[in-house]
Nanobody, 125 residues
Framework: QVQLVESGGRLMQAGGSLRLSCAVS????????MGWFRQAPGKEREFVAA????????YYADSVKGRFTISRDNAKNTVYLQINSLKPEDTAVYYC??????????????????WGQGTQVTVSS
């Protein structure tokens, strides 16, 4: 059974930095493309970033380019999301997701098979 567990979300001041982690178990981690999504109150879940199986390719939503960095450590079965220059509009529940069906890295939520429970990031101004 594949399990994803996010951590690292908390209340932050605008301008600060935060690193989210997502630990994966139940299958070979390197078989998964990994993605981060977020959902703000009253809004739909949106793509944030994604990374290929061995980290060679990364993708970002335009709204986070230059501030967010996705990375992974296949030895630790963990994917990370580094968030810099936090803004109040980054406030959301952040979810990590995994999929292993596609050759290319998907950037839509319906392509991902496994999801974590989410971690709350709140940014005050």
């Amino acid at each position: 059974q594949v399990q994803l567990v996010e951590s690292g979300g908390r209340l932050m001041q605008a301008g600060g930095s935060l690193r989210l982690s997502c630990a994966v178990s139940g299958r070979t981690f390197s078989s998964f493309h990994m993605g981060w999504f977020r959902q703000a109150p009253g809004k739909e879940r949106e793509f944030v970033a994604a990374i290929s199986r061995f980290g060679g390719s990364t993708y970002y939503a335009d709204s986070v380019k230059g501030r967010f960095t996705i990375s992974r450590d296949n030895a630790k079965n963990t994917v990370y999301l580094q968030i810099n220059s936090l803004k109040p509009e980054d406030t959301a529940v952040y979810y990590c997701a995994a999929e292993s069906k596609y050759g290319s890295v998907p950037r839509t939520s319906d392509a991902y098979d496994y999801w974590g429970q989410g971690t709350q990031v709140t940014v005050s101004s």
